[in-house]
């Protein structure tokens, strides 16, 4: 079911909102995230940094792992927030999590100006390594 206008905005400000518990004191970029799963609930995430500098956890992550972690199995639309003057899609890692739950998701990307992006998962990452390729059921 493809997700309504209205979701989409309330994804948009979800993420927005997200940002602000943004823990980044290394790169100081707040981003914020919020995910619409499967069971219609919504789930959000920020950016989560760490002194070794590797294991920073993107805001769409955070998103995704918090609504795994809730039983969640599917991803229908992501929204990111960054503080930027022109919209950016979800990093490379962020999209193959994406796709791990929601391969036909809806992503979002707004930031602090009006600039937007509306696409969809698989037009950002094409010929997607995923679960069909190991010819898994999600457990
Ligand atoms: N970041 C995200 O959380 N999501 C994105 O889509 C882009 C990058 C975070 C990772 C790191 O904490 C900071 O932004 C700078 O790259």
């Given amino acids: 079911m493809k997700p309504t206008a209205a979701l989409i905005r309330r994804l948009e400000k979800?993420?927005?909102?997200?940002?602000?518990?943004?823990?980044?004191?290394?790169s100081e970029f707040r981003v914020g995230a919020a995910i619409l799963a499967g069971s219609g609930k919504v789930y959000t995430g920020t950016n989560v940094e760490n002194a070794?500098?590797?294991?920073?956890?993107?805001?769409?992550?955070?998103a995704i792992f918090t609504a795994a972690a809730a039983?969640?199995?599917?991803?229908?639309?992501?929204?990111?927030?960054?503080?930027?003057?022109?919209?950016?899609t979800p990093c490379g890692a962020c999209r193959q999590v994406i796709n791990e739950f929601g391969p036909e998701a809806l992503v979002i990307s707004v930031c602090d100006s009006a600039d937007r992006i509306q696409t969809t998962l698989d037009r950002l990452l094409p010929a997607a390594f995923g679960p069909k390729n190991l010819g898994r059921k999600k457990a």
């Fill in 14 to 26: 979800a993420a927005r909102k997200a940002a602000q518990a943004s823990y980044s004191p290394y």
């Fill in 52 to 62: 070794s500098y590797g294991l920073c956890n993107c805001a769409e992550r955070t």
């Fill in 71 to 88: 039983g969640e199995r599917q991803v229908r639309a992501v929204a990111v927030y960054t503080p930027t003057k022109t919209a950016t």
